[in-house]
């Protein structure tokens, strides 16, 4: 992954390319699964229409089928645009610093521990969190709205609603309101170190067992099954592993539409949770979490590899 480096571009050409394969592998990841998304997102939030679709694969596949009947195909993908605003960036950067990062923590194969990659992972999941949150919690907003209207939810409308429910606020958020952009995000940034750590540990780990254990013609002739199943692997590990904590940051973000005036903490959001479904609610849509998390990170580890062979990087 770091034979890119080579003097066969300058500095700024080879970021170019890498940041074009991460955007590349990025959007293409979020756009297959988009349907799968907002589903999960939905279910996690509790959503008064769709909690009694929680609990089986089946009431995953009849949830689509109720966003399509109430609100047709587009429903799917609500808030798409907002999801590609926030992922092409996010990969695009994130893909970029680990490339640097991983070539700076681990030069040599001897300096390739399991600590290092797992502070390379958490240092690229950190990196674009601050500047593309706010388009996740927009993207959420519109997501979970299921109300029947005639005007169909947009991000401007999230926007200003957002921007509304800080003004009446009061306090530091009615001074700023543009805080009220980042509901969730101390829990978004602590879910961020072990589920971006925790991809590519595995994801690293995994692809140097299969250059140890594999032939090199082996390798050549399976790579891009080898990555798919490593990809799924690594995702599914991690989202298993975060899963509460991006149901509570889910449930801080989507908050807005109960609580207007003000921010629900950590401890609330918990309570509240709980109260909804006891411990089985941190885990409230964990099955379409995995139906999605296998082919996304699947497809943007695999697709990330492709694009960075066919920019030669």
Do not use: C
């Not at 947009?154 to 609603?161: K, N, V, Y």
């Not at 995000?185 to 750590?197: A, D």
């Amino acid at each position: 992954m770091k034979d890119g480096q080579g003097p066969r571009f300058s500095e700024t050409e080879f970021l170019v390319r890498s940041v074009l394969a991460g955007g590349f592998a990025g959007g293409l990841a979020k756009s297959a699964v988009a349907p799968l998304d907002r589903v999960k997102i939905l279910l996690q939030t509790h959503n008064a229409e769709f909690i009694r679709f929680a609990g089986s694969w089946r009431g995953a596949v009849q949830a689509l089928q109720y966003i399509v009947q109430t609100q047709g195909f587009r429903g799917l993908y609500q808030g798409h645009t907002l999801t590609l605003a926030r992922a092409i960036p996010h990969a695009a950067v994130g893909y970029t610093v680990y490339d640097k990062v991983s070539h700076w923590l681990m030069p040599a194969p001897e300096y390739q521990t399991s600590v290092r990659r797992l502070t390379a992972g958490a240092i690229t999941g950190l990196t674009a969190l601050p500047f593309t949150y706010p388009f996740e919690l927009i993207r959420v907003r519109m997501a979970v709205e299921t109300s029947q209207s005639a005007i169909r939810p947009t991000p401007w409308t999230a926007i200003r609603g957002i921007m509304g429910e800080g003004r009446s606020s009061g306090g530091i958020t009615g001074l700023m309101p543009f805080l009220h952009f980042y509901r969730g995000f101390t829990v978004s940034m602590l879910g961020t170190v072990p589920y971006r750590g925790g991809i590519f540990l595995v994801w690293e780990t995994l692809n140097a067992q299969a250059r140890a254990r594999l032939s090199p013609a082996t390798l050549r002739a399976n790579q891009t099954r080898i990555h798919l199943v490593i990809g799924s692997i690594a995702g599914t590990t991690a989202q298993v592993a975060t899963y509460p904590l991006e149901v509570i940051r889910r449930t801080q973000q989507a908050s807005g539409k109960g609580t207007p005036n003000r921010m629900i903490g950590f401890q609330e959001t918990v309570r509240s949770i709980w109260m909804a479904g006891g411990w089985r609610g941190f885990f409230t849509g964990l099955g379409v979490g995995l139906f999605k998390q296998v082919p996304t990170h699947a497809i943007s580890l695999t697709s990330w590899q492709l694009a960075k062979k066919v920019l030669e990087i």
